[in-house]
């Protein structure tokens, strides 16, 4: 698949990561913690891309061992307006393609001022 077919693929699932958020009374302005997750094939894959996001403060990243799969989640602090979230989310894709791993997305808690 072309990187420009992952950045639509991730637009559409962003999209409707926002319809939800929507449909829930969110804030879209307001700051949360977002994670995005990379899937890595072998630990050292996992810590290169954590020390790459790390290093140039991107975001928090942390890897994560799950029965021989590992994970790396990034946690950034950012309100999710649509441009926002989508450039972000662009960004975290090209990441992915640059490291050889893929995205599984992004993911955040509803801000609705309660």
């Known amino acids: ?47 290169t891309v954590a020390g790459f996001l790390g290093d140039f403060q991107y975001g928090t990243a942390n890897v994560i061992d799950e029965e021989q799969q590992y994970l790396v989640q990034v946690l950034i602090d950012m309100p999710v307006t649509q441009n926002i979230l989508l450039c972000v989310s662009g960004f975290m894709t090209c990441i992915g393609e640059l490291y050889g791993v893929e995205v599984e997305g992004c993911g955040c808690i509803v801000q609705n001022g309660t």
């Open 1 to 47: 698949m072309s990187v420009i077919s992952k950045l639509m693929e991730a637009t559409e699932a962003d999209t409707d990561v926002l319809r939800r958020l929507d449909s829930d009374g969110d804030d879209f302005s307001k700051f949360r913690e977002v994670d995005f997750t990379f899937k890595c094939d072998s630990k050292e894959k996992a810590d």
